[in-house]
């Protein structure tokens, strides 16, 4: 039973190219989070999506950040024009429902570097 | 104000001594999941142990157990005879149970502690 997986592990983009960060959520999870993590930082929540719809997007930035996460196929972190300060780790994690007492399964993280 | 504080950002300790992680949380739901992650160096988030906020038992997992003060708001990580491979970051994080205020689903992180343990 494979776990969440991200891909790349790791991305390199020059500013002003354009990232896309993928996640696949455990067999059967239908809610995916992102995540964020700063250097020597705590993860901040971004995004939290079920199956064709946003639900919370209240730690996304306004511009240059989408994602999504359609029927069929991985979800989508994207990042147009990227600039320094986008440079983090990216972490995606699943659980079954959006329930208050399930653990949230994360993968390996994307380290997103911008030259 | 913070939902979750996690107020030492480095601590050292011997091996094989217990160590205590602090974790405050702030929340007027009823319902709420207080949850432990490990980050090692490598980076991953590993999930150590879960805390609902009926429980009445403290939970376990092996060597980890978590001290839940419900009145006191606080669900502090405590690792028995630390080893050298504990040396790492450790999340306290909450998911809060309110259905009608959208976005509590989410998993809200503090800030970490960095665990070195000494041989």
């Known amino acids: 039973n494979a776990g969440v997986m991200q891909n790349p592990r790791h991305l390199v983009r020059r500013r002003g190219q354009e990232a896309r960060l993928r996640c696949s959520p455990m067999k059967g999870h239908s809610h995916v989070y992102w995540y964020r993590q700063l250097p020597e930082e705590g993860l901040k929540f971004m995004v939290y999506l079920q199956k064709e719809n946003i639900i919370d997007e209240s730690g996304m930035p306004k511009e240059r950040f989408s994602a999504e996460f359609p029927k069929e196929g991985p979800s989508i972190l994207r990042i147009q024009q990227v600039v320094r300060g986008d440079s983090a780790a990216y972490f995606c994690?699943?659980?079954?429902?959006?329930?208050?007492?399930?653990?949230?399964?994360f993968g390996s993280g994307t380290q997103l570097s911008v030259l | 104000a913070q939902k979750i504080t996690q107020t030492q950002p480095g601590m050292f300790v011997q091996e094989k001594e217990a160590v205590t992680l602090d974790c405050t949380y702030d929340t007027s739901d009823q319902s709420y999941g207080l949850f432990w992650y490990k980050q090692p160096s490598s980076g991953e988030m590993i999930f150590l142990i879960y805390?609902?906020?009926?429980?009445?038992q403290n939970a376990t997992e092996g060597r980890y157990s978590l001290n839940f003060q419900k009145a006191r708001k606080s669900a502090n990580l405590v690792i028995s005879a630390s080893q050298l491979g504990d040396s790492a970051m450790y999340f306290c994080?909450?998911?809060?149970?309110?259905?009608?205020?959208?976005?509590?689903?989410?998993?809200?992180f503090g800030t970490g502690t960095r665990l070195t343990i000494i041989p």
């Open positions: 994080a909450m998911r809060e149970g309110d259905w009608s205020n959208f976005g509590n689903e989410k998993l809200t």
């Open positions: 994690a699943s659980s079954l429902s959006g329930s208050w007492n399930e653990k949230l399964f």
């Open positions: 805390q609902g906020s009926y429980d009445e």
